[in-house]
């Protein structure tokens, strides 16, 4: 079964400094991957994925993610944070041919420190 | 396109009554699906369902709740003889395939008095 393992659910940065989200996940097949953002009283919005190919993802926001298949990892990376990038990002994955269901982490709230 | 939409935004209920949730896919989308967020916690799968057919409907309770996606009109998770427990955000988000990543809607936050 899949299922999917977010480190951390409060990360807590410096604006200026790196953002490391940890997402690793486990399937039983080639998975699609993906990173969402949620704000305050909002939906989910989709900051990258990955399905086949290059495996350094870059998404919005200056947001990027490495597939490493033999760590069974997925982690978000940004170089340098911005205060508005403070929200809970979620970790997801998808059995790519099983149809559409994503099976979400639980979340990993980012806090940004001026 | 206005997105994924749904009504309504906040809902309450009393214990009981039936809920019914609204989501319009993006234009285009044919591929729809819900899930529920607790409080402190990540997303649950609950169905998903493309025009006039449940596709996979594992994550949803046997009892009380059930969806619908017709040939016309927006989607509808149905919840009745609400219960407290039933207190939660639904999201619902639509897709153009089945690998293309979900657009999701603002969601419905239902709280059952």
């Known amino acids: 079964a899949q299922s999917v393992t977010q480190l951390g659910s409060h990360v807590s940065v410096s604006e200026g400094a790196l953002v490391l989200l940890r997402c690793n996940y486990s399937?039983?097949?080639?998975?699609?991957l993906f990173w969402y953002v949620q704000y305050p009283n909002q939906g989910l919005q989709l900051l990258l994925k990955y399905t086949t190919g290059a495996t350094l993802v870059k998404g919005i926001n200056g947001f990027e993610a490495e597939f490493k298949k033999s760590e069974t990892s997925f982690h978000l990376t940004k170089p340098s944070a911005h205060m508005s990038d403070a929200a809970e990002y979620f970790c997801a994955v998808s059995e790519g041919n099983q149809g559409g269901k994503l099976i979400f982490g639980q979340g990993t709230e980012l806090s940004v420190k001026p | 396109n206005a997105g994924v939409m749904q009504n309504p935004r906040h809902l309450v209920r009393r214990r009981g009554q039936e809920a019914r949730l609204r989501c319009s896919p993006m234009k285009g989308h044919s591929h729809v699906y819900w899930y529920r967020q607790l409080p402190e916690e990540g997303l649950k799968f609950m169905v998903y369902?493309?025009?006039?057919?449940?596709?996979?409907e594992s994550g949803m309770p046997k009892e009380r709740f059930s969806a619908e996606f017709p040939k016309e009109g927006p989607s509808i998770l149905r919840i009745q003889q609400v219960v407290r427990g039933d207190s939660a955000a639904y999201f619902c988000?639509?897709?153009?395939?089945?690998?293309?990543?979900?657009?999701f809607g603002s969601g419905t936050r239902l709280t059952v008095v």
């Open positions: 369902l493309q025009k006039e057919n449940i596709i996979d």
């Open positions: 399937s039983s097949v080639p998975p699609y």
């Open positions: 988000a639509s897709s153009l395939g089945t690998n293309d990543g979900y657009t």
